[in-house]
Nanobody, 133 residues
């Protein structure tokens, strides 16, 4: 199992910045991709972006240029740097991770696929970002 704990959500004014963190623990060595997702009340969740074990990211197109995903492999921590925040960024942000079986893990290590096709198996409880105008 993989346990994920987000932090860093806060209330800031529009134009400000925040950095969200997601601390991963447990069987993190079986994780190939991690990602950030968001969900506004009454709406379906959206992907912010993902990052693989080699640091390659795949970001959601609308957020490119404002949000950046990074990962500290030594600390098993995923980050989301959020700049130029807007009131519409006021949502819950969730961290997620996949979990591969040993065979799939070896295959992924050999082929190095991008993260887009990997299902997320574990999710954190979320952290709330609130942006005032």
């Amino acid at each position: 199992q993989v346990h994920l704990a987000e932090s860093g959500g806060d209330s800031v004014q529009a134009g400000g910045s925040l950095r969200l963190s997601c601390a991963a623990s447990g069987d993190t060595h079986m994780t190939y991709c991690m990602g950030w997702f968001l969900q506004a009340p009454g709406k379906e969740g959206e992907e912010v972006g993902r990052i693989d074990i080699w640091g390659r990211t795949s970001d959601a197109e609308p957020l490119k240029g404002r949000f950046t995903i990074s990962k500290d492999n030594a600390e098993n921590t995923l980050y989301l740097q959020m700049n130029d925040l807007k009131p519409e960024d006021t949502v819950m942000y969730y961290c997620a991770a996949d979990y591969l079986t040993p065979d799939l893990w070896l295959d992924a290590r050999a082929r190095r696929p991008r993260c887009g096709n990997f299902a997320m198996d574990y999710w954190g409880k979320g952290t709330l970002v609130s942006i005032s105008s």
